[in-house]
């Protein structure tokens, strides 16, 4: 798993590849909360690179969603591809979660108020 960050127009854009297994998710999770807890309370996570993920990776995506909504924040998804997708519905995930199928879909939204 790799992740990157970035910001733009004070909104963290998170970049996550390849798998976001068990064995990742503690580096993850913590790495998304430090970020959620420096940030503005807007971010996106950029799963295009994503191949594969597991309960462990949805875990630390549900823990980043609680702690930006703590913050009274916004979390959007971007670039999901097809077996995520899939994933996110079958465990009803994609009812909480805002999907976009570009990071500029999701920019473009989360930068209009809500």
Request: aromatic share 4%; charged share 25%.
């Amino acid at each position: 798993m790799i992740q990157t960050h970035q910001k733009e127009n004070n909104i963290d854009i998170v970049k996550i590849s390849g798998r976001l297994v068990a064995t990742d998710a503690p580096e993850a999770r913590e790495n998304l909360k430090a970020i959620v807890e420096s940030g503005e309370g807007k971010l996106i996570v950029d799963l295009s690179g994503v191949s594969f993920i597991d309960s462990s990776g949805l875990s630390v995506l549900i823990s980043a969603f609680k702690l930006i909504r703590a913050k009274e924040g916004r979390m959007l998804l971007s670039g999901i591809s097809k077996n995520v997708q899939t994933l996110l519905e079958l465990t009803r995930l994609s009812e909480i979660f805002e999907m976009f199928a570009t990071t500029e879909a999701a920019l473009e939204a989360i930068a209009k108020p809500s």
